[in-house]
């Protein structure tokens, strides 16, 4: 659920449960089941015949009997209005605390994961799987795995070479000495929140490999496939 | 019946509706739970570990707590890390009423800013078979490089000049020493301290010859724990 939403309906239900604990310290408590027109306050101030219609009013002045009532039309519930009121203030709220903050959300954005690494390193910064099994099996790129040595010796997508973000210049130069800069580098690490290729696409790209793209959850995505894998 | 009557009528309506809900759902409530005592229960102390500020290349570690609620052996089947970082132990068998640890370590080489690290964890307890540690920091780097590398290129027999900046990101006097050179012949370079033990200055300069690509790397010593070696690349393209 993008961040903005989810913070918009915390701070909704935060404020409605200020609103009724507010409700439930007040010196008049407003019950929350109750007739809350100006004629249902009427009534149960003082009793159930308290209140007379226009139509029935004018019955009794030309007829000068009392036959029927016909209440008002009713009023939005006091209640509702309050919270619809709460509602939009919060909703206020949330929209200019985004307005302050240091690190302002837009409204309209891509969040998923593709979303936000297009906008960090450019459009072209994600492949897809489609495309990373056509790079694969054609030999136009080389893969590089993120991960630490450890998950890289239990298992890697066929080919892929070992430049652990954690060691990144220790492994640099044997990972990369046969790549020119212009090469296609596909980075991959495990899990859709992992961001090792993420930092590892960033530093290649000082190292001036300009043409690295990021296979997001690649491990588990091509295991799931059923493609090319080395073990051990 | 009026229409007022009608609409308070069925406001009322909805609202005893929903307080039904609550009542029916209050009273299920200690029902469920004595059904569920016959299986472990996990309860975790936190979900979220937050070690504020770190600096890049600190080994940092937290152990998270785990409690059995329930009246069976609680049992951690195994745990998996998708991140930097490792579970160096954990109590696989927690008995009810009983406790147990698990130890995360997260290695912060690489990381910069605020950064998460995730652990998940799969038990035997019905209503909670995946539970994810969340692990939170802000990694400041020990030491400040205006650049990781330097680019050559243009005409081989042109000499150029780059420079790198280097600060201490820590309130301690920063030491650096050249160690390890590869682009002798190839490639200059000078250190300059501009503040005492604070900053730094790296001025490579090309020499001119008859190269047309050449890669390498300027390693220094430094004296900070947590980044106890610092590399420059070095990168030459030219035409010739």
């Given at each position: ?8 309906i ?7 449960c ?15 089941v109750?007739d ?19 139509e ?6 030309f007829?000068?009997?009392?036959t ?8 939005l ?12 203030l919060?909703l206020?709220?949330?929209l ?9 959300l ?7 994961t ?6 960090r390193?450019?459009e072209?910064?994600v ?18 795995d ?5 998950d ?16 990144f210049?220790?492994?640099f ?14 980075t ?10 993420d930092?590892?696409?960033k ?9 690295v ?6 491990w588990?995505l ?11 | 019946m009026d229409?007022?009557s009608l609409?308070?009528r069925?406001w009322?309506?909805?609202?005893l ?40 290349g600190q080994?940092?570690?937290h ?14 089947e ?14 696989s ?8 640890n698990?130890?995360v ?10 950064e ?7 038990t ?6 995946e539970?994810i ?16 590398a ?10 150029s000049?780059?420079?790198?900046e ?33 900053s730094f200055?790296?001025?490579f300069?090309n ?7 050449y ?26």
């Open positions: 659920m993008p961040r903005i939403l989810r913070e918009t915390s701070i909704l239900i935060l404020s409605l200020a609103g009724l604990g507010f409700n439930l310290v007040r010196s008049e408590r407003l019950p929350l109750a809350w027109t100006i004629e249902g306050r009427l009534k149960a101030r003082f009793g159930e015949k308290a209140v007379i219609s226009l029935d009013a004018k019955q009794v002045f007829s000068k009997t009392l029927s009532s016909h209440p008002h039309p009713s009023l519930p006091r209640i509702l209005r309050e919270t619809i009121s709460i509602l939009i919060s206020c709220a949330g200019g605390f985004n307005l302050v903050r240091s690190e302002r837009p409204l309209v954005a891509d969040w998923t593709e979303g936000k690494l297009k906008g390193f450019g072209k910064a492949i897809s799987l489609e495309d990373a099994k056509q790079v694969f099996f054609s030999k136009e790129g080389v893969f590089l993120a991960r630490p040595p450890s890289y010796r239990a298992g890697r997508i066929q080919g892929a070479r070992n430049l652990p973000i954690e060691a210049d220790k492994h130069d044997k990972a990369t000495r046969d790549l020119p800069q212009e090469s296609l580098i596909i991959y690490c495990d899990g859709e929140t992992c961001t090792q290729s930092k590892l696409t530093r290649l790209k000082e190292m001036g490999y300009e043409n793209r990021i296979l997001v959850n690649g588990s091509w295991k799931k496939h059923n493609l090319p894998l080395d073990e051990g | 229409k007022i609409r308070n069925s009322n309506r909805a609202l509706f929903w307080l039904a809900a609550l009542l029916i759902s209050l009273i299920m409530e200690p029902r469920l739970s004595a059904e569920s005592s016959q299986l472990p229960k996990m309860v975790l102390k936190e979900q979220i570990f937050d070690f504020n500020q770190v600096y890049e080994t940092i570690s152990d998270f707590q785990v409690f059995n609620r329930g009246t069976d052996t609680l049992l951690i195994r745990v998996k890390t998708t991140c930097s970082c490792s579970v160096v132990s954990f109590d068998a927690i008995p009810p009423g009983g406790q147990g698990i130890a370590k997260v290695y912060t080489h690489g990381s910069d800013g605020r998460r690290w995730g652990v998940t964890i799969f035997n307890d019905p209503n909670w078979k539970a540690l969340d692990l939170r920091a802000d990694v400041r780097p020990a030491i400040v490089l205006s650049g990781s330097v680019q050559f290129s243009g005409k081989g027999n042109v000499s000049t780059r420079v790198i280097i600060k201490s990101g820590i309130d301690r006097p920063l030491v650096i020493q050249p160690h390890e050179f590869d682009l002798v012949g190839k490639v200059d370079y000078s250190v300059e301290e501009t503040e005492k033990g604070k200055r790296v001025t300069r020499l001119p010859g008859p190269f047309d690509f890669r390498g790397s300027l390693t220094f010593i430094t004296n900070f724990p947590e980044k106890p070696e610092l590399t420059i690349w070095i990168f030459g393209r030219f035409k010739i």
